[in-house]
């Protein structure tokens, strides 16, 4: 006796491993819902511990900047909410030191180090993950090496070379070690070697140069990782305090981090104004990455091709 079936209803085939639907949906809930009371306990307990340990402190800066100069900063029991709200110190530091110059030369820094490294870490990564040269494996390889060293290994012979350039007190002396990172040239190399090399060679065939792979094709793929890089080399720039005391002289051409210490000499009996001032400084961080944010998650998704 044979069974007539309908061509046009799908017939459904059992599923090898004997468990059916039943199967995918016990696979589908292995995750954080599948978590037993007491493990989920403890991840937001470790959860909670890492937000106090990492925005504690910034809080607690803030907090103190807002406080009256009549409330006891150093009770007992810490409060974290001003009883005296004033922005008073704001102003106050404003009026002590320029600080709006030292955060326009700070500002210069930056942006000649952002430009930097955006420039010469994309041209560095193109070439050396999609260009055949002799001994590329070997630049490659001092990249990986300037990794170890640590900063302050190189910070003299940085400071020679900059003198004999004729650089030293200059904002682009401060800028110029920094405008090319390692570590964003290897950022760079990661992403621009994700990218299949079937691209390139439909480029090539098309008749696209080297130049014209960069641009139209490179570039546009690997957005998120520059706003990693952007991101990465503005907070190193803006924060940097060793280097630019090291190479300015002139009090007015002082970075913000430097010009800051003037507080610290001038009013550490007053720990209000030195909070005022960081929460200053920290302002065109938070700017920045507001900014960026929404390509700077994208970055890990870098090396898709969308059709």
Not at 26 to 34: A, D, L, P, Q
Not at 165 to 171: E, F, K, Y
Not at 218 to 233: E, M, N, Y
């Amino acid at each position: 006796m044979s069974v007539v079936t309908d061509p046009a209803r799908p017939v459904a085939i059992p599923d090898a491993s004997g468990t059916g639907d039943r199967g995918r949906r016990k696979r589908g809930t292995f995750g954080f819902n599948s978590l037993s009371p007491t493990e989920k306990v403890v991840r937001y307990l470790l959860l909670v511990f890492v937000l106090i340990i990492t925005i504690g402190p910034f809080l607690w800066q803030l907090s103190t900047s807002l406080k009256g100069s009549g409330e006891d900063i150093y009770t007992r029991i810490p409060r974290l909410l001003p009883s005296q709200p004033t922005l008073s110190h704001y102003a106050e530091v404003a009026d002590t030191i320029p600080v709006w110059d030292y955060m326009r030369n700070s500002l210069q820094v930056a942006v000649l180090v952002v430009g930097g490294n955006i420039v010469g870490s994309s041209l560095a990564g193109f070439a050396l993950s999609r260009l055949e040269f002799r001994f590329r494996r070997i630049v490659l390889g001092l990249f990986l090496a300037t990794l170890v060293l640590p900063g302050e290994v190189t910070i003299i012979s940085q400071y020679v070379t900059v003198r004999e350039l004729g650089l030293a007190n200059t904002l682009f002396g401060v800028a110029l070690p920094g405008m090319v990172g390692a570590l964003n040239v290897l950022l760079m190399y990661n992403a621009f070697r994700s990218l299949p090399v079937e691209v390139d060679q439909a480029a090539v065939v098309d008749g696209a140069n080297v130049w014209q792979r960069f641009v139209y094709i490179g570039l546009p793929s690997v957005r998120g990782t520059i706003s990693v890089v952007a991101i990465f080399a503005f907070i190193g720039a803006w924060d940097d305090f060793l280097w630019p005391l090291i190479v300015l002289t002139d009090p007015d051409k002082y970075t913000l981090t430097v010009g800051l210490q003037y507080l610290s000499g001038t009013f550490s009996n007053n720990p209000r104004l030195i909070a005022a001032g960081t929460m200053i400084a920290f302002i065109p961080i938070v700017i920045v990455f507001a900014v960026c944010q929404r390509f700077f998650f994208k970055g890990v998704e870098e090396g898709a091709v969308k059709g």
